[in-house]
Nanobody
Framework: QVQLVESGGGLVQAGDSLRLSCAAS????????LAWFRQAPGLEREFVAA????????YYADSVKGRFTISRDNAKKMMYLQMNGVKPEDTAVYYCAARSGVMTTGRTRYDYWGQGTQVTVSS
């Protein structure tokens, strides 16, 4: 079992930077692939970025590639999403997710979810 709690969301202006954090509890944290998803009002939850259990592999949605960076600290049981050059279209509730095994972009493949943190980008 893994419990996830996101933090770091807020209201920022276009072009600003923001770092989201995801704190995890549970054993064998490094065996879980982690990911960030986001959901804007009226839209489906979409994949943002994923990272492998040991942090050696990452994958990004095209919409955030080059602007966002996903990372993890297994010793602290933490995951991060560094968001640079944010845009109004990045406005959404951001969720962290975990699954045992390899990373994937598929929302339904993740077993554990946080409660979400709101990110609002003003133009």
């Amino acid at each position: 079992q893994v419990q996830l709690v996101e933090s770091g969301g807020g209201l920022v202006q276009a072009g600003d930077s923001l770092r989201l954090s995801c704190a995890a509890s549970g054993r064998t944290f490094n065996t879980y692939a982690l990911a960030w998803f986001r959901q804007a009002p009226g839209l489906e939850r979409e994949f943002v970025a994923a990272i492998s259990g040991n942090g050696g592999r990452t994958y990004y949605a095209d919409s955030v590639k080059g602007r966002f960076t996903i990372s993890r600290d297994n010793a602290k049981k933490m995951m991060y999403l560094q968001m640079n050059g944010v845009k109004p279209e990045d406005t959404a509730v951001y969720y962290c997710a975990a699954r045992s095994g390899v990373m994937t972009t598929g929302r339904t493949r993740y077993d554990y979810w946080g409660q979400g943190t709101q990110v609002t980008v003003s133009s």
